[in-house]
C-alpha cells in the first residue's frame, strides 16, 4: 500500500502544502481532513485528548502516533515515551520533529512489555478494524501492560450517523456493526484501498472488555457522541 498519510505529513513538515487529504467512507460523503490540525499543540487539542494526556504516566507507548503530537507533549513534560506507526511517513516525521522513540512496526507486531500507558487516540478503536479482532488486539495490548498499567482509548459511538425507523430503531446495515466502516484516503489525486476502520459504542466496548477480563470506564465524553475510556486488568475475573 502506497504512504499516502505519510505523504501527506511529509509535505506539510517540508513547507509543501498546497492540499488536505479527502476521506471518504461507504456510508458519508468526502470529507476533508486538515493536514494542520495533524500538527497541532497541546492547546488545540479536543477536550478527550488533553484529558487523556493529563491521565498518562509513567512509561508510555503512543500507538498510531502520527505526526508525534502526544508523544512529543509527553516528552517535553520529562516524560518516558515509545510511540509506533505503521506509516514510514509518519515515522520521519516524529524523528525529524525530535521524538527520541519512535518505530516503524504494527501494533500486534510490537513486543515491549510494562508499559503503564498505553495510548489509542484520535478514534483509538480504528485500529481493531472490526468487531471479529477486538479480542486479540486487547489480548495483545494487555500483555503489554505493567502490573497496574492502564488503556487510554477513544472513540464515537455512530448511531447518529443513521436514520431512524418509526418504532424509533436504527436503519443498520443487516451485514456488519454499524460502527465498522469502509475508508478511502485520497491525497493529490492518489486513493488508497479501502480500508476497515472500527467506531465502538460504549456499552458494547464494556461487554468485550468484561469478556476478556479487563475493566472498561468512561473518563469523559465528548461534544459530538465521542469518549474517553479507561481500560485496566480486572484483578477479579478469572482470566
Request: net charge negative; aromatic share 12%.
Amino acid at each position: 500500500m502506497n504512504d499516502i498519510y505519510g505523504r501527506a505529513l511529509l509535505d506539510y513538515f517540508h513547507g509543501k502544502y498546497t492540499e488536505d487529504i479527502i476521506t471518504e467512507t461507504n456510508i458519508s460523503e468526502e470529507d476533508v481532513l486538515p493536514l494542520p490540525y495533524l500538527f497541532r499543540s497541546y492547546s488545540e487539542m479536543p477536550p478527550l485528548e488533553q484529558k487523556a494526556l493529563q491521565l498518562s504516566k509513567g512509561r508510555i507507548l503512543d500507538v498510531g502516533c502520527g505526526t508525534g503530537s502526544h508523544s512529543l507533549y509527553l516528552q517535553n513534560k520529562g516524560m518516558e515515551v515509545t510511540a509506533i506507526d505503521t506509516s514510514p511517513g509518519a515515522v520521519e516525521v516524529c524523528q525529524r520533529r525530535g521524538l527520541k522513540d519512535v518505530r516503524h512496526t504494527e501494533l500486534l507486531q510490537f513486543k515491549d512489555k510494562d508499559f503503564d500507558t498505553i495510548l489509542l487516540l484520535m478514534n483509538g478503536t480504528g485500529i481493531f478494524e472490526t468487531l471479529e479482532n477486538i479480542p486479540e488486539y486487547l489480548q495483545h495490548v494487555k500483555s503489554l501492560l505493567a502490573k497496574n498499567g492502564q488503556i487510554l482509548i477513544d472513540s464515537s459511538d455512530l448511531q447518529y450517523m443513521y436514520d431512524r425507523n418509526e418504532e424509533g430503531g436504527l436503519w443498520v446495515p443487516a451485514d456488519r456493526y454499524y460502527g465498522e466502516l469502509e475508508f478511502t484516503m485520497t491525497y493529490k489525486g492518489v486513493s488508497s484501498p479501502p480500508f476497515f476502520w472500527l467506531y465502538l459504542d460504549e456499552l458494547r466496548f464494556e461487554e468485550i472488555c468484561t469478556s476478556e477480563g479487563l475493566k472498561f470506564e468512561v473518563i469523559t465524553r465528548g461534544e459530538n457522541y465521542d469518549y474517553l475510556a479507561r481500560i485496566t486488568v480486572d484483578c477479579d475475573s478469572p482470566s
